[in-house]
């Protein structure tokens, strides 16, 4: 009986600065035989950047279909060694990728993920947090947001520089009876405009209006009895 060693490598990519890849990171990019990313542009940048020569790019997407899935697996059932990565931080995280990773076994590279850099820098007590991704635009986000106010751990979302400022002003609605409760907003971690704004639910409509609508943001909600932070 013959066994097919699949050989896919689950690599995170800096989420900013490009000085936050791993040696790991640089060995594996450099040793296979091609890469599945997201925009070939964006992973080609920073291939170049690394000085790691040319190599196959196959572009998969969340909308990419079965065909692409299958011609992935049958290149690795063939011995090839692939490695997937999206344009920033670790793949499958709000990411596509799941979809390769469910169906074959492989090795994680791990590195930088913008809702794990965002944790850690928000002086939030951070022993237990859920993580929801980016927040529903429609079906259940109403009920969502209302859900935080009784949430005892810290939450942690995505959000877009498109909906930035509904999704704050949406939040000090919804927990308008917990005005001091701690809110910490990241903006372009790692990355020279890098800001972390500290404030409360009862600052929010100023905070949501004044914020800086460039960049990429990470969202964060305090435990609902931790005591105030200090505020920028
Ligand atoms: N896979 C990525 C990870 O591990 O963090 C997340 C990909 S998700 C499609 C992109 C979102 O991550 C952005 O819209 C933003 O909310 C957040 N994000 C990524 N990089 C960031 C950064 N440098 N600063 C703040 N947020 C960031």
Redesign the pocket.
């Known amino acids: 009986m013959s066994i097919v060693i699949v050989m896919l490598s689950i690599v995170?990519t800096p989420?900013?600065n490009l000085k936050d890849i791993t040696l790991r990171a640089i060995e594996t990019l450099t040793a296979c035989d091609a890469i599945i990313c997201e925009d070939t542009r964006v992973t080609g940048k920073l291939l170049e950047h690394l000085n790691i020569p040319k190599k196959e790019l196959i572009a998969f997407h969340s909308y990419s279909n079965e065909r692409v899935l299958e011609e992935i697996i049958k290149r690795l059932e063939r011995g090839e060694h692939l490695v997937l990565v999206?344009?920033?931080?670790?793949?499958?995280?709000?990411?596509p990728g799941f979809k390769i990773v469910s169906k074959l076994e492989a090795e994680v590279v791990p590195g930088?993920?913008?809702?794990l850099?965002?944790l850690s820098i928000s002086g939030l007590p951070i022993n237990q947090f859920i993580y929801l991704g980016?927040l529903p635009l429609k079906k259940g986000r109403k009920t969502l947001l209302e859900s935080f106010n009784h949430e005892l751990r810290t939450i942690v979302f995505?959000?877009?520089v498109h909906r930035i400022e509904r999704t704050l002003s949406e939040l000090a609605s919804a927990l308008k009876e917990q005005p001091d409760r701690n809110i910490v907003i990241?903006?372009?971690?790692?990355?020279i405009y890098?800001e972390v704004i500290r404030t409360s639910v009862k600052e929010l409509p100023v905070v949501a209006k004044n914020i800086t609508k460039k960049?990429?943001?990470?969202v964060l909600i305090g435990d609902q009895r931790s005591p105030p932070s200090r505020c920028l």
């Not at 999206?86 to 995280?93: K, L, Q």
């Not at 960049?215 to 990470?218: R, S, T």
């Open positions: 995170s989420i900013g999206s344009d920033a931080g670790t793949p499958c995280i709000s990411d930088p993920s913008a809702f850099a965002a980016f995505y959000e877009s990241c903006r372009e971690l790692t990355k890098e960049g990429e943001f990470v």
